[in-house]
């Protein structure tokens, strides 16, 4: 069992610059690719981003690929996203998940095991 939470979300301004943490507990030790999904809303949710247990594979939504980054320390038990020239059409709430799949960057939200509760990031004009 591995619990996540994120944090780091808030208010920024368009073109601005964000970074969210989720941190792991419970089975921290055990090799899970990691991914970002957001759900705006009334929408649907939607990736984002992925990275495999070591870091080496990353795979980006279309929409944030070039102004997104995600990376993990593992010694920390960490998975971060940096979020950069952020877009009112990025505010959304943003969870981290965990992939029993150690070395996948899966896109589908139904091959993730276990969530987070969420952190709010809201993009003005």
């Known amino acids: 069992q591995v619990q996540l939470v994120e944090s780091g979300g808030g208010l920024v301004q368009a073109g601005g610059s964000l970074r969210l943490s989720c941190a792991a507990s419970?089975?921290?030790?055990?090799?899970?690719?990691m991914g970002w999904f957001r759900q705006a809303s009334g929408k649907e949710r939607e990736f984002v981003a992925a990275?495999?247990?070591?870091?080496?594979?990353?795979r980006y939504a279309d929409s944030v690929k070039g102004r997104f980054t995600i990376s993990r320390d593992n010694a920390k038990n960490t998975l971060y996203l940096q979020m950069n020239s952020l877009k009112p059409e990025d505010t959304a709430v943003y969870y981290c998940?965990?992939?029993?799949?150690?070395?996948?960057?899966?896109?589908?939200?139904?091959?993730?095991?276990?969530w987070g509760q969420g952190t709010q990031v809201t993009v003005s004009l």
């Open positions: 419970g089975r921290t030790f055990s090799r899970y690719s």
């Open positions: 990275i495999s247990w070591s870091g080496g594979r990353t």
């Open positions: 998940a965990a992939d029993t799949a150690w070395d996948s960057v899966a896109t589908l939200s139904a091959y993730y095991d276990y």
